[in-house]
Antibody
């Protein structure tokens, strides 16, 4: 079955960087773009960006431009999200989610990874 | 600020029907997608496209849209439907995605 398995929780100091991985299985890795979404404690979902595992093309949320980098490794069917210059406001659960679409009118995120908690604290 | 607007909280009596709405300009040209999230869990897909449910989602969940407003309707709400619900779509530029602020559904 289609599955996304993320790396474990991280604790980082302000100013540091964090890299979260998301290993995909059960489908053709290069056939679906992959989104990253985060959720701060008690808050809503925030879209971070998307990567095309086939060519590596990325689109990032404007708010995170310059601090976020998404990459992929086709040999291990894994996508990565790296966030730099961490601050306390980056403390959140980070999710990867596979993109699905029909025509140019409908997109959906399914499935989702289990989430990776990143805590930024001095 | 989100380009998709949802009511922060809605309540429904057990077994009754509830509609959760999502407003945004981008919804005039594309469908909203709906996700359910329970405490401590990752979101799950409940409605996508015009009105499609993934396997495993009960048929009491349905979606609709008109103009700049999309709706998620639960007909005969159950206790297990108590959760946060998020709508999602492309933003008005078409180059990014955006989530609504979420609606906390309470089943009384």
């Amino acid at each position: 079955q289609v599955q996304l398995v993320q790396s474990g929780a991280e604790v980082k100091k302000p100013g540091a960087s964090v890299r979260v991985s998301c290993k995909a299985s059960g489908y053709t890795f290069t056939s679906h773009w992959m989104h990253w979404v985060r959720q701060a404690p008690g808050q809503g979902l925030e879209w971070m960006g998307i990567i095309n595992p086939s060519g590596g093309v990325t689109i990032y949320a404007q708010k995170l431009q310059g601090r976020v980098t998404m990459t992929r490794d086709t040999s291990t069917t894994t996508v990565y999200m790296e966030l730099s210059s961490l601050r306390s406001e980056d403390t959140a659960m980070y999710y990867c989610a596979r993109d699905n679409s029909v025509a140019d009118t409908s997109w959906w995120f399914d499935p989702w990874g289990q989430g990776t908690l990143v805590t930024v604290s001095s | 600020s989100s380009e998709l607007t949802q009511d922060p909280a809605v309540s429904v009596a057990l077994g009754q029907t509830v509609r959760i709405t999502c407003q945004g300009d981008s919804l005039r040209s594309c469908y909203a997608t709906w996700y359910q999230q329970k405490p401590g869990q990752a979101p799950i897909l409940v409605i996508f496209g015009e009105n499609n449910r993934p396997s495993g989602i009960p048929d009491r969940f349905s979606g609709s849209g008109s103009g700049n407003t999309a709706s998620l309707t639960i007909t005969g709400a159950q206790a297990e439907d108590e959760a946060d619900y998020y709508c999602n779509s492309r933003d008005s530029s078409g180059n990014h995605w955006v989530f609504g602020g979420g609606t906390k559904l309470t089943v009384l």
